[in-house]
């Protein structure tokens, strides 16, 4: 029994529902518009203001299809009314970040620069006057392709155990190691 499908999502005012017969999903709000195409095996239904999704078997693949795209649809309403945002901090001596003319350009400590240009629905700002670190902060109403285009970054170099230099996510925590220098005292 899926516990997650059985719960309703909650509709602000400002959220249009619609469902077509091809059983796609849309929903709008002030921040734009998304859409999923539902599995024919789940009904999704609006019920005094609530999204509520009901299956029509209890086959195991069909019970986790239930939660799936009910978590799937939370997603989309809470991205068109708040948006969801990541940040990236990058660290090392010499690592700066730029957004010029809709391309991201990074210093990474490479003998080039790399330019990553974000996809349609992605927005990108770089802070660099509140922290000491230059801060990136992706966001946009798809919480999945703003994950994935965070990673993409966070690829680019990713923090290295000996000095924690690379880019990382605001609040990660990177295990450190001590280096050779270390080793020479036992």
Do not use: C
């Amino acid at each position: 029994m899926s516990r997650i499908g059985q719960q309703p999502i909650s509709l602000q005012d400002n959220v249009e529902f619609s469902i077509d017969a091809d059983n796609v999903v849309t929903i709008k709000g002030k921040k734009g518009s998304d859409s999923v195409k539902v599995d024919p095996s789940i009904t999704v239904e609006k019920q005094d203001g609530e999204i509520v999704l009901t299956r029509n078997s209890e086959v195991k693949e069909v019970r986790s299809l239930h939660g799936l795209y009910r978590s799937l649809i939370a997603n989309m309403v809470t991205g068109v009314t708040d948006g969801y945002q990541k940040k990236l901090e990058i660290i090392g001596v010499g690592y700066r970040a730029a957004f010029n003319g809709g391309v991201l350009e990074l210093n990474l400590g490479f003998s080039h620069p790399i330019y990553f240009v974000p996809p349609d629905g992605i927005d990108i700002e770089v802070d660099t006057k509140s922290k000491k670190n230059p801060l990136i902060i992706v966001s946009g109403i798809n919480k999945e392709l703003v994950g994935q285009v965070s990673a993409k970054i966070r690829s680019l170099r990713p923090p290295e155990p000996y000095k924690g230099k690379g880019v990382r996510y605001e609040d990660e925590w990177v295990r450190r190691k001590a280096g050779k220098s270390a080793a020479k005292g036992a």
